[in-house]
């Protein structure tokens, strides 16, 4: 069977309250099975934004970063826009709550992230599935509730932009509290290092298709390759290139898993010039052929 790696904008999932919100770029959502008829199990899925989602009761297995989990009760998943997730199982009195955000909406309002631990969104290397002691998701639920409540007031209210800015910054600082000793080597970060950090990483995620020279993306920020290079990895422990090779690298599994995609149209969709050059990278990253990467795939 023919396996899309399906697409959805942050818009599609809020379609329904869009006229109902008062800030655009993040949604909060309770779901249950029964109103997840949309989402297909066992198909591949990318979103544009960022975010995490908590299991309240059931329970959810899920293939992250093409690893399986079950996700159960007082468990939750962070996700981004290089992140394909595909739901495999999910039981009868399954719910959760999720919340997403946009880069653009988190740099419009003037949230930045703070340290190694909050960049866990951004990577999949740095993807976390991980639990919460019940009173931490007693504690996220009041602050996302609010968030929702906040955003679809009918009318906006005194202050609204800074009590939506405030509780989202309350709700990553508590993020980072929880995932603090999964971190290593934390870092105190200057704004506009993390600014330059998130402008890279945007471009990363908008261009990467096309572009994979660390030059490019210096020259797009107007800095020099040596500056960016040496910013990325303080704040982030990885290099640009890392960075850049990673994203491309979720992307071209993907879609070597799917079998809508012939190698053909991979290379041409990632901009590949030929097949040597795309085995090569390919076998890089994972030490063999793209080819026999598929081939075991359906042995």
């Known amino acids: 069977m023919d396996r899309r790696i399906t697409f959805f904008t942050l818009k599609e999932f809020v379609a329904e309250q869009m006229n109902k919100q008062q800030y655009e770029g993040f949604t909060i959502c309770h779901l249950q099975k029964s109103n997840m008829t949309d989402i297909r199990s066992y198909e591949p899925m990318r979103t544009d934004s960022f975010g995490m989602s908590i299991i309240l009761k059931g329970t959810l297995g899920m293939r992250i970063g093409f690893s399986e989990q079950e996700i159960q009760e007082n468990m939750a998943f962070l996700h981004s826009p290089t992140t394909i997730i595909e739901f495999l199982e999910r039981s009868d009195d399954l719910e959760m709550i999720s919340f997403m955000f946009s880069l653009d909406f988190a740099k419009k309002i003037g949230m930045f992230f703070q340290g190694r631990s909050s960049l866990d969104f951004l990577f999949d ?18 602050y996302l509730e609010h968030l929702r409540e906040v955003n679809l007031s009918p009318t906006p209210t005194k ?3 800074e009590i939506i800015k405030s509780t989202f910054a309350l709700l990553n600082y508590e993020i980072e509290s929880e995932l603090m000793d999964h971190v290593i080597g934390q870092v105190v970060l ?28 210096a020259d797009c920020l ?16 990885l290099s640009p290139l890392q960075i850049i090779e990673q994203t491309l690298m979720a992307e071209v ?3 070597l898993r799917s079998n809508f995609y012939s190698i053909s149209d991979i290379m041409q969709q990632l901009n590949f010039s ?3 050059t795309f085995s090569k990278f390919f076998k890089k990253n994972t030490g063999q052929s793209p080819i026999l990467y598929r081939k075991e795939l359906l042995t």
């Open 274 to 276: 030929d097949l040597p």
């Open 125 to 142: 290397n740095y993807l976390k599935v991980f639990s919460l002691r019940e009173p931490v998701v007693k504690r996220f639920v009041v």
């Open 190 to 217: 200057s704004g506009r290092k993390e600014k330059l950090c998130l402008d890279f990483i945007t471009l990363v995620i908008d261009q990467f298709h096309v572009h994979r020279s660390v030059q490019h993306y």
């Open 159 to 161: 202050h609204q932009a």
């Open 222 to 237: 107007f800095v020099s390759r040596k500056y960016l290079s040496r910013v990325i990895k303080e704040v982030t422990g």
């Open 253 to 255: 599994t993907a879609k």
